[in-house]
């Protein structure tokens, strides 16, 4: 395995963490933590597993609400390396990561661990040019962005609850992928506190103080229309991740009043209600007006310059995570089944949506998330054999 960058080795990280955990000093330890005299955590504090098989691969709609902790992962695979035993073997690792029978995890309890999959478009098209997630992302504009934090084949996203999990999975991961894959870039970010929607619904907020992800295919039905791939049979079930580091201009945000802020948003800052009026899960009334004929939610805001009735496009899964490295900022990370949901909304978005004046964007790429898999259907064999 081949790193983007000089960085410690597995052997050394592994080392390392297994000290920290022997001498306690682990992420996540908090009132809760078992010291002597103190009894342990009841069940209803420990994070349920999340089941590792099935249509869909886990870390999309399960476990809802999604992990406070995600480290994504982007490599490639050397060119003669054939993606179908690879991974194979991943899924094979990962069940047994879930499932906590593998060694690599050095005793730690996995919980709520989830690992989804997902192939670039260099991959995809050798299976086939015309099947979903066969087509590059376009560039856009407000990017600076490195070569080899463009793009990728193979992405491995991690999510826990306990933020030491996701770097030990990666490290047994990448154990396991071995010499057949080189690491381009890796970011590791979390998501802040979860608000009610309604309707059994949450969302958190960004790192701007907004509540963030509330449009979505949230229902059955939206997600069959907006989320899953339904066919080919060698992608049905799966779905299309993009995904988009940017660093956020934090102290030109603030500096502006609250209603700039929210006029930035066309969002109340402190509930997420529309300017427009209503609930935080309805939609912005975009023709709605003040007395002298102004719009309630502004023209540029980004609850209008986003809205899939005024692009003409599908529902986002949105998840977004706050990083602080390499620079604070955001790692978005949409899933839908049809890549354009996402162009046509960020092209609209690219003309005159206020929020992007304080967004920078440094990584970006997509990904066919495979078909969940089973024992008897190995990750990936539905397109590479």
């Not at 800052?269 to 004929?293: E, F, I, M, Q, Y």
């Not at 692009?311 to 899964?317: E, Q, S």
């Not at 909304?345 to 920078?360: C, E, G, Q």
Request: glycine fraction near 10%.
């Amino acid at each position: 395995m081949h790193r983007a960058d000089q960085q410690p080795s597995r052997r050394a990280f592994l080392d390392v963490t297994g000290t920290m955990v022997a001498a306690g000093l682990v992420a996540g330890c908090s009132s809760d933590s078992v010291r002597p005299g103190r009894p342990a955590p009841s069940a209803a504090t420990t994070p349920m597993p999340v089941p590792v098989t099935g249509r869909h691969q886990a870390g999309i709609t399960i476990p809802q609400p999604a992990q406070r902790n995600l480290l994504a992962v982007v490599a490639d695979l050397g060119a003669t390396v054939p993606a179908g035993p690879l991974l194979a073997d991943l899924g094979q690792a990962i069940r047994a990561l879930v499932a906590g029978t593998d060694p690599r995890l050095l005793g730690l309890p996995p919980g709520d661990l989830t690992v989804t999959v997902g192939v670039g478009p260099r991959l995809v098209r050798a299976a086939g040019a015309s099947l979903p997630g066969a087509t590059d992302l376009p560039r856009f504009s407000r990017e600076r962005i490195a070569p080899r934090a463009r793009g990728g084949d193979l992405l491995l996203q991690i999510c826990a609850g306990d933020a030491l999990i996701p770097p030990v999975v990666a490290a047994a991961l990448l154990d396991q992928a071995g010499d057949r894959v080189s690491e381009r870039w890796r970011q590791s970010a979390r998501r802040g506190t979860n608000v009610p929607l309604g309707n059994g619904l949450t969302a958190p907020r960004n790192p701007l103080g907004f509540i963030d992800g509330i449009v979505g295919p949230h229902t059955a039905a939206e997600q069959r229309r907006d989320l899953w791939l339904s066919g080919p049979s060698a992608v049905a079930g799966g779905t299309l991740a993009v995904l988009r580091r940017m660093e956020l201009d934090l102290s030109r945000f603030a500096a502006l009043s609250v209603a700039e802020q929210e006029a930035v948003f066309g969002r109340r800052r402190a509930s997420g209600v529309p300017l427009s009026g209503g609930t935080v899960a309805s939609g912005p009334d975009l023709g709605a007006k003040t007395p002298d004929g102004r719009y309630l939610v502004p023209v540029d805001a980004h609850a209008r310059r986003a809205n899939p009735t005024v692009v003409g496009a599908g529902l986002m899964l949105r998840r977004s995570y706050s990083t602080d490295e390499p620079a604070p900022g955001l790692l978005f990370i949409s899933f839908q089944n049809d890549l354009r949901t996402f162009t046509a909304t960020l092209t609209h978005m690219d003309t005159s949506d206020a929020l992007l004046r304080f967004t920078t964007t440094t990584a970006s790429a997509t990904f066919l998330i495979l078909p969940g898999f089973d024992r008897r259907r190995p990750l990936g064999s539905q397109l590479f054999g």
